[in-house]
């Protein structure tokens, strides 16, 4: 294994993960690299001074390799790929080496690069919503690149976009070539994206965080969508991610990014298995992993049934005095009403569950689930159409204005877009101390202290208090949103997606966090989440819902060990473990069972 600033070449096309230095190909000639980028360095002019995001950056990228670029945000990793093909802003500057098919990169004219963007090198974004224009249909974007670069009619090249969107199992092309993007879910805005980056065979693919956003079954399957492309055109991949699950999935070879530099480089079973570097240590160590795919060691006690086949938790406390629950749904049903021409939407379907206080439930599904709509709904920003939705005994179905703010002093929310859910023109302070101004807890210098020893509790300094959101990094502006949620003490904390953005040791530390003030504080909390290892680590109960319906509810350890429902089961076969011999199976596995169910 090579250690900083190394470059080992990959395995052949298709092949097992890591293969050795130089593979020949056909009778004996050597493989040579699709990209050979060498000391590439990037770097951002801010407030009068040079800042580096990349250092001294060197690897190679072979035909039919996925070569997995890795680390926290603010590592390197994005910028140093995209100052491959001059996507850097206007402050930002390259220099070193990045040859493509032997020719050079850094330093090219734009209208060189512009042919080159799209025609040999194609990107896919972390975001489709943003990077596809929402004011044209998708089949007008991707026959716009084709014709961007060859001489073809618009007939042809819209057939050549709904070829490629068929090659993506794109549902229904010949109906959605015609959509915009807002018509879409995330995954089929993803395959829409994924069309438009390979309608021209580029000889290398950038894969900027493809799945963040994604639910597990979505996810496997652009996974496999592009373990298959690799395969038929042969593209040389470069992967950047913070998900060690999809690394160990993909990876044939993995370069482990930190401050900018290249920490450490191998294959995959090497970084996994053999790490090196105290860094990869660490970063691995703070991977959350589904237990369901490790040996199973002592099995969960076998589960009780109670009414149309749900499965509820053996107690694990003697009885004791009933307390007042925290949240309690009984046959909910939420609706959203008609609006004009658009008929109305029924979300969630008969939905009963019931949160102890002290209580932590998972809520886990696929986008459309109805699970952030039940989020929604227990802190009244949703209306109840139907059924009984109790928040610490207040019943909201029908509540006047006064009963549902008497009820929202019970309950907060942690949001899963800390950026997105802070005021940008307010202080963090501010922002903090808000709730307790406005339900005249606190005021003055007594307001000062309330904030002072909540940001404590987070684990940030005070002197944070007077930064602005955009001031902080990803995993502070999340401390910042927890604060603002317990600034009431409430009995219930309902976290939709607290983590799905941040980086796996970020991600770890604010799990970490929530788990200690759960346990000090005994609040009531509705995990909502699509990470079914990260519900595992904070639930003690998993209700799983699917098409608006409540499936399956058990205890976490029965539920993802032994699930009783199919969905469930397609569920946790589709999450990736970061395990490279382990995933193989897996997805072997599961390949398996979905032929043998179509």
């Given at each position: 294994m090579s250690q900083t600033n190394g470059s080992t070449p990959g395995g052949a096309a298709g092949g097992p993960a890591g293969g050795a230095v130089g593979d020949a190909v056909g009778a004996g000639e050597a493989r040579q690299p699709i990209l050979k980028v060498r000391g590439l360095n990037v770097e951002f002019y801010v407030e009068g001074e040079w800042f580096p995001a990349a250092i001294d950056v060197d690897y190679d990228v072979y035909p039919g390799e996925i070569l997995a670029i890795v680390g926290e945000s603010g590592s390197g990793k994005t910028q140093s790929s995209m100052s491959l093909i001059g996507l850097l802003p206007p402050n930002g500057k390259v220099s070193g080496s990045a040859q493509l098919a032997g020719n050079e990169l850094v330093g090219m004219r734009q209208s060189e690069l512009h042919r080159v963007r799209g025609a040999s090198?194609?990107?896919?974004?972390q975001e489709p919503m943003t990077a596809l224009n929402p004011v044209y249909t998708i089949g007008f974007q991707i026959a716009e690149t084709i014709r961007a670069h060859r001489p073809v009619s618009h007939d042809a090249a819209r057939e050549r976009a709904l070829e490629l969107l068929r090659l993506v199992d794109m549902p229904d092309p010949e109906q959605r070539i015609d959509f915009y993007p807002h018509q879409l879910s995330g995954g089929q805005r993803q395959r829409a994206m994924i069309a438009q980056a390979l309608v021209l065979d580029p000889a290398l693919l950038i894969a900027d965080e493809p799945t963040t956003a994604l639910d597990v079954t979505v996810q496997a399957e652009i996974l496999s969508l592009m373990r298959d492309l690799r395969e038929r055109i042969d593209s040389g991949i470069i992967l950047i991610t913070h998900d060690m699950g999809v690394v160990a999935d993909m990876a044939d070879r993995i370069c482990v990014m930190k401050d900018g530099r290249i920490v450490e480089t191998g294959t995959s079973e090497e970084i996994f298995y053999n790490p090196q570097h105290p860094y990869t240590k660490l970063l691995l160590a703070a991977v959350p992993t589904l237990s369901e795919a490790l040996p199973a060691g002592d099995q969960a006690t076998e589960p009780t049934t109670a009414g149309d086949g749900i499965v509820q938790r053996e107690p694990e406390t003697p009885a004791r005095e009933p307390e007042t629950p925290a949240l309690e749904a009984a046959n909910l049903v939420i609706e959203y009403p008609r609006r004009g021409r658009t008929p109305a939407f029924r979300a969630v379907h008969d939905v009963s569950l019931v949160i102890e206080p002290g209580e932590v439930v998972g809520l886990v599904g696929e986008s459309g689930s109805g699970k952030t709509t039940?989020?929604?709904?227990?802190?009244?920003?949703?209306?109840?159409?139907?059924?009984?939705?109790?928040?610490?005994?207040?019943e909201l179905h029908?509540?006047?204005?006064s009963q549902i703010r008497r009820a929202r002093?019970?309950?907060?929310?942690?949001?899963?877009d800390p950026g997105s859910s802070l005021n940008p023109r307010l202080p963090i302070g501010q922002s903090i101390g808000e709730p307790l101004l406005l339900a005249k807890v606190a005021k003055g210098k007594a307001l000062d202290k309330e904030v002072e020893r909540l940001l404590d509790q987070v684990k940030l300094p005070a002197s944070l208090r007077n930064r602005y959101p955009h001031e902080l990094s990803g995993g502070q502006r999340q401390r910042v949103g927890i604060a603002r949620a317990l600034a009431l003490e409430p009995q219930l904390l309902i976290a939709d997606e607290p983590t799905s953005a941040l980086d796996v040791s970020v991600q770890a530390s604010v799990l970490a966090l929530l788990a200690e003030l759960q346990a000090e504080h005994r609040f009531a909390c509705l995990f909502i989440s699509h990470?079914?290892?990260?519900?595992?680590?904070?639930?003690?109960?998993?209700?799983?819902?699917?098409?608006?319906?409540l499936v399956e509810e058990g205890g976490a350890r029965q539920i993802l060990r032994s699930p009783r429902e199919e969905y469930t089961r397609e569920l946790i076969a589709a999450v990736p473990v970061p395990d490279p011999r382990v995933q193989a199976i897996r997805r072997a596995e599961r390949e398996a069972y979905l032929a043998a169910k179509r």
């Open positions: 090198i194609s990107v896919i974004f039940v989020g929604r709904a227990a802190v009244a920003l949703v209306p109840v159409h139907s059924g009984s939705l109790k928040l610490c005994g207040i029908g509540a006047s204005a002093r019970g309950a907060s929310m942690v949001f899963q990470d079914l290892a990260v519900v595992e680590m904070v639930a003690s109960r998993v209700a799983v819902m699917s098409k608006g319906r």
